[in-house]
C-alpha cells in the first residue's frame, strides 16, 4: 500500500491567503492543486512535504478570459476545462489536439494547467502548448505580481522559476493575427504519457509566408519546450514540405531523449522529427483556411 | 484533523490524519468495500467515485481535499431497492465478469448519463478510457451503458419529480 509520509495540511481560499500561508510555512510547504503528479510522488516518497496548502478552493483562479490582445487562464483551470472551451478551440486549436491525448477523462476531471507547468516535467505536454504559443505566467507574492515569459519558467526539470513565497496565478497566451496552432502525440495506449510529442503555432504574413513560428516538444529532454534554431529556421520562410523537412531535422537535432519502456532514444528522435513536421503541416493548413483560401498556402 | 464528507447523503465525520487518501478513508472509516482499490497508481480506474457529480481516481485524492464535499459510491447508485438503469444495463448486457472493474465503470457511466443521455459507442468508450478492465473486453459495457441510455430514468431523477 502506498500511503504518503506525514505531513500537515491547510486549506486556502484565496490566493492572498494560499501566498501568506506559504510565506509563513516555507521551503517545506508545497501547494497541491489537482495533486494528480504531487500525490503520486508523495505516495512513492520522491516528494516529501512538511506542509500541503490546498489551492481548490481558490475560485477566484478558474477562468479563461478573453482581453484584447490575449486570452488569460487561471492557474487552477482543470484540463477538463481546456479540452471543452470552445474560445480555446477558436484561437489555438493546439489546446484541444493536446487536451484530448493528456492523460484520461477521470484524471482530466482534476488536473490542471497550473499544476501542469509547475511540475515541470519534460514528458508534460502543457509545457509544450505554452511554449509554442509563447505564453507568460504571472507569478504572484505577497510583494505583488511578476510577469516571466515561458522560456524563462523552467529551470531545469521539475523545477520552475516559482520561488518558495510565491504562487504561480496566471498563464496569459498573446493573441496576434494569421495564426494557428497544432499538436501531435504518440503514446502507447490511450491515457499514457507520450513517447514523444510536438506542438506547433504558426503566424503567417499577408503573402504566404511564415512571420513568426514555434515549436515545443515534450519527452525527449529538457530545454525542448521552444528550439531557437527552429523558431530562426521558420522566420521568414514560406512554407513548404522542404521546410518542414529541415525543420524536423533541426528540431531532432535539439533533443536528448532516452531509451525506456517507452521506446528507443533512436525512435524518439525520429518521432521529435516526424511530429514536428506534422504539427507544422497541421498548423499552417489551418491558417490558410480559416483566411478562406485567401493566401496562398505557398507549397507549390 | 477532522475531516467531515457526505457519502451517499450521509455525513461521515473522523479525525483522521491528513495524509489518508480517499480510497480508504471510504473503505476502512466508511465502511463502504463497493469501491475497489486496485492499482494505486492512478491508472486502473477502479477507485473512481464521484466527488460533487465527476469522476476522480479516488486512489489519487487525499480525503481531507474532500472535506465539504458529496461523494457518490456505488453502494449510492440503487435508492430504495430500486436499481440505477446503469446497474440494470450491466445485469441485462453481462457488463461485469468478475465484477472488479465495475464499480469504477458504473459510476463513469452514470456521470457521462447525466452530462449526455444519449451517447454513441465512440463517447462511451472514450468517457471509460481511463479505466480498466481486463474480462469483459469492453464490448459489454459499452452495451450496457448504451442499454441504460436507451432504458434508464436514473433513481435520482425519479425521486427528484415526484
Ligand atoms: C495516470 C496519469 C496520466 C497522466 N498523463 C499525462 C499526460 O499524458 N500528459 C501530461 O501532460 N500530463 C499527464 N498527467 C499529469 C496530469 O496532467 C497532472 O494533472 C498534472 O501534471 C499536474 O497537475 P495537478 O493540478 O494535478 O498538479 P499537482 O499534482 O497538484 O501539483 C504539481 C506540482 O505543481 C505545484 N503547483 C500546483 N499548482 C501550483 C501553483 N498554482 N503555483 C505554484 N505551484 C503549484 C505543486 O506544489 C506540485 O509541486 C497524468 C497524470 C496521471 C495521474
Ligand atoms: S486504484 Fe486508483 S486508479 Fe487504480
Ligand atoms: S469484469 Fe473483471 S475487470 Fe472488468
Known sequence: ??????????????????????????????????????LPMMKLRLATPEYLIDINDCTELFYINEEAEEIRIGAMTRHRELLESELLAQHFPIFRDAEQVIADPVVRNRGTLGGSLCQADPSEDLSAVCAALDASCVIASTSGERVVPMGDFHVGPYETAVGPAEMLTEIRLPLRPNGSSAYHKVERRAGDWAVVSAGAAVWMTGDGAIADGRVGLAAVGPNTTNIEPVRQALQGSAPSEDLYEQVGAIAAEHCSPVT?????????????????????????ARVTSTTNGAMTNGAG | MQVNIVINGQEVTEEIEPRMLLVHFIRDQAGLTGTHWGCDTSNCGTCVVLIDGEPVKSCTTLA????????????????????????????????????????????????????????????????????????????SIVRSIRWAAENGTPVSLEGASS
Request: aromatic residues 6%.
Open chain 1, 1 to 38: 500500500m502506498q500511503v504518503p509520509a506525514p505531513f500537515e495540511y491547510e486549506r486556502a481560499s484565496s490566493v492572498s491567503e494560499a501566498i501568506a500561508l506559504r510565506e509563513r510555512l516555507g521551503e517545506e510547504a508545497r501547494f497541491v492543486a489537482g495533486g494528480h503528479s504531487l
Open chain 1, 260 to 284: 525506456d519502456q517507452r521506446g528507443t532514444a533512436e525512435y524518439k528522435t525520429h518521432l521529435a522529427k516526424e511530429l514536428t513536421k506534422r504539427a507544422l503541416r497541421t498548423a499552417v
Open chain 2, 64 to 139: 481531507a481535499m474532500t472535506s465539504g464535499h458529496q461523494v457518490t459510491t456505488v453502494e449510492g447508485m440503487e435508492v430504495d431497492g430500486v436499481l440505477d438503469p446503469v446497474q440494470e444495463g450491466f445485469m441485462q448486457c453481462h457488463g461485469l465478469q468478475c465484477g472488479f472493474c465495475t464499480p469504477g465503470m458504473m459510476l463513469t457511466a452514470r456521470a457521462l448519463l447525466d452530462q449526455n443521455p444519449d451517447p454513441s459507442e465512440h463517447e462511451i468508450r472514450e468517457a471509460i478510457s481511463g479505466q480498466i478492465c481486463r474480462c469483459t473486453g469492453y464490448s
